[in-house]
C-alpha cells in the first residue's frame, strides 16, 4: 500500500491550494479515503473523508465551506482543494484511507505528508 501526496507550500491567507494523493495497493472500494492534518505541537485530526461505498463525505467543522474532496478513480487520485486559507490551517497533511464513526475519526495506511504553510 502506498500514497504519496504532493502540492503543499507557502500560501497566503486566504488564498487557496490544491493537495493531490496518488494512492495505490488497497481497494478504495473496501475504505473510505482522505486527509488529516497535524499541527505543530497538535495531534493529529480529521479534515475529510470520502467514503467510495455511499459517496459521502464527512468534513471536520473547521473546514466545511472552504475544503473539498474529489477523486479521479481512473488515475487512483484524490484531491483536497483548500480555499479561504486561514493561518490556523498550517499543518502537514496526510492522506489515509479513514473511517469515520459519529465525531470519532479512523486512519490508516498513511502517507508522508506534505506541508501547508499559511502566512498572515
Known amino acids: 500500500v502506498q500514497l504519496v501526496e504532493s502540492g503543499g507550500g507557502l500560501v497566503q491567507a486566504g488564498g487557496s491550494l490544491r493537495l493531490s494523493c496518488a494512492y495505490s495497493?488497497?481497494?478504495?472500494?473496501?475504505?473510505?479515503i482522505g486527509w488529516f492534518r497535524q499541527a505543530p505541537g497538535k495531534e493529529r485530526e480529521g479534515v475529510l473523508c470520502?467514503?467510495?461505498?455511499?459517496?459521502?463525505?464527512a468534513y471536520a467543522d473547521s473546514v466545511k465551506g472552504r475544503f473539498t474532496i474529489s477523486s479521479d478513480n481512473a488515475k487512483s487520485t484524490v484531491h483536497l482543494q483548500m480555499n479561504s486559507l486561514r493561518f490556523e490551517d498550517t499543518a502537514v497533511y496526510y492522506c489515509?484511507?479513514?473511517?469515520?464513526?459519529?465525531?470519532?475519526?479512523?486512519?490508516?495506511?498513511w502517507g508522508q505528508g506534505t506541508q501547508v504553510t499559511v502566512s498572515t
Open positions: 489515509a484511507a479513514c473511517r469515520v464513526e459519529g465525531r470519532q475519526w479512523y486512519g490508516g495506511y
Open positions: 470520502l467514503s467510495r461505498r455511499d459517496g459521502s463525505t
Open positions: 495497493g488497497f481497494e478504495f472500494d473496501d475504505h473510505g
